[in-house]
C-alpha cells in the first residue's frame, strides 16, 4: 500500500514559478513509477508528466519546455517543477502512483492517487 500527499500548491502570477512535491509512503517506492495529472473546473483530468524508475521522464506537450519532474528516492518525492507558469495552468495537481517498469500516462492505470494541491495562476 502506498500513501501519498502532495504540497505545494498556491496563488503565482503568470510567469511565476512553483514546485509540488508528492511524498509516498511505503516500502520500495523507487520501483514504482508516479505521475502527475491536473484537472481543471469543467475539464477532465489530463496528464502533466511521468517518471519511472530509472528516471526516465514523459510530458504533455502543453508543458514541456517549461515544466521539469524528478524524484529523490532517498526521500520517498517526486516533484514537479513549473516555471513559465500561464493562467491555462490553473488546475488542481495531483501525483500517482503505479508499480510499474515503464511509463504510465493514463489515468486509469495508476493505482495510488494523492488528495490533490490547487495551483492558480493569475494573469
Known amino acids: 500500500q502506498v500513501q501519498l500527499v502532495e504540497s505545494g500548491g498556491g496563488l503565482v502570477q503568470a510567469g511565476g514559478s512553483l514546485r509540488l512535491s508528492c511524498a509516498a509512503s511505503?516500502?520500495?517506492?523507487?520501483?514504482?513509477?508516479v505521475g502527475w495529472f491536473r484537472q481543471a473546473p469543467g475539464k477532465e483530468r489530463e496528464f502533466v508528466s511521468a517518471?519511472?524508475?530509472?528516471?526516465?521522464?514523459n510530458y504533455a506537450d502543453s508543458v514541456k519546455g517549461r515544466f521539469t519532474i524528478s524524484r529523490d528516492n532517498a526521500k520517498n518525492t517526486v516533484y514537479l517543477q513549473m516555471n513559465n507558469l500561464k493562467p491555462e495552468d490553473t488546475a488542481v495537481y495531483y501525483c500517482?502512483?503505479?508499480?510499474?517498469?515503464?511509463?504510465?500516462?493514463?489515468?486509469?492505470?495508476?493505482?495510488?492517487w494523492g488528495q490533490g494541491t490547487q495551483v492558480t495562476v493569475s494573469s
Open positions: 511505503g516500502r520500495a517506492f523507487s520501483t514504482y513509477s
Open positions: 500517482a502512483a503505479r508499480w510499474t517498469l515503464v511509463q504510465v500516462t493514463r489515468d486509469s492505470e495508476y493505482d495510488y
Open positions: 517518471i519511472i524508475w530509472s528516471g526516465g521522464t
